[in-house]
């Protein structure tokens, strides 16, 4: 199963976690996957593109880290 979640940028942490709760969770609660594998790529294969990737996944995990 894939399921594509696009967020513009400049996504607040709210908007994250409602498009988690109301999108993506109901999906994969009712798919029961023994592996989920996230593949992201934001900016590009450039040095200053990696650091901004780096960055926004930091961020995006503190806020998955609430979830709970």
């Not at 594509?4 to 999108?23: E, H, I």
């Not at 593109?49 to 806020?63: E, F, T």
């Amino acid at each position: 199963m894939t399921c594509n979640c696009p967020l513009p940028a400049g996504t607040s942490g709210s908007q994250l976690l409602a498009a988690w709760r109301q999108q993506l969770l109901p999906l994969a609660e009712a798919f029961a996957p023994e592996f989920v594998l996230v593949s992201t790529l934001e900016g590009s294969y450039g040095p200053a593109g990696l650091v901004s990737a780096a960055a926004a996944h930091r961020a995006a995990l503190m806020v998955v880290s609430q979830l709970g």
